[in-house]
């Protein structure tokens, strides 16, 4: 089945490290997606990517890059990671825009930064 | 104004009524209204999706819109215990076309 796949599911790590989320696809969608979600706050779009050589800032960049290794990777790093960067993260495609910006979403990561 | 606006709740509705959830939006140019629903520790998942006015209907859900208003809804008909989840108003903004979600309304369907 074509799915969106995130690794790790779950991660404790320490303030001041360097983490990695990874997201992969098998849908053939150009757009990817980084969100985080909190609870009270809802899901915030962190970074996306409408193609390869295409990344842009969402909402709440500081803190977080991105690297789009193809089409179907899409990285997410916290370069010195702190405790308020502890939440739920979730990887999504969309096949376009407008009618076509259904995101898929993947299982999501939970992350926790002592 | 938020750009795109839910009532957080809990919404609480007897099992069999229906539960109707509202989102306003504040881009009057946008055009795709998508509603998810994600059960505690998931993914959101995909109800529906409406691009035109009026009503929208799949199964029990029904899906309306207004954009003259800048309102979407969603209505849950003979609700079920598992209906209970949050639910995401979620707007395809017509000036970036970038997918701006609702904060989420928590329904629970009392049995």
């Known amino acids: 089945d074509a799915d969106v796949t995130q690794t790790p599911r779950n991660r404790i790590t320490k303030t001041g490290k360097r983490i990695m989320l990874e997201c992969s696809q098998t849908?053939?969608?150009?757009?990817m997606y980084w969100y985080r979600q909190d609870p009270g706050l809802g899901l915030r779009l962190i970074y996306y990517s409408f193609d390869v050589k295409d990344i842009n800032k969402g909402e709440i960049s500081d803190g977080y890059s991105v690297s789009r290794q193809a089409q179907a990777k899409f990285s997410l790093s916290l370069e010195s990671a702190i405790p308020n960067q502890t939440a739920l993260y979730f990887c999504a495609t969309s096949l376009g825009g407008g009618e076509y910006n259904e995101q898929f979403f993947g299982p999501g990561t939970r992350l926790t930064v002592l | 104004q938020k750009e795109v606006e839910q009532n957080s709740g809990p919404l609480s509705v007897p099992e069999g009524a229906i539960a109707s959830l509202n989102c306003t939006y504040s881009?009057?140019?946008?055009?795709?209204f998508f509603w998810y629903r994600q059960y505690s520790g998931k993914s959101p998942e995909l109800i529906m999706f409406i691009y035109s006015n009026g009503d929208k209907e799949d199964g029990r859900f029904t899906a309306q819109l207004n954009k003259a208003s800048q309102y979407v809804s969603l209505l849950i008909r003979d609700s079920q215990p598992s209906d209970s989840a949050t639910y995401l108003c979620a707007v395809n903004m017509n000036r970036d076309d970038k997918i701006i979600f609702g904060k989420g309304t928590r329904l629970h369907i009392l049995p």
């Open positions: 881009d009057r140019g946008s055009q795709s």
């Open positions: 849908k053939g969608h150009d757009r």
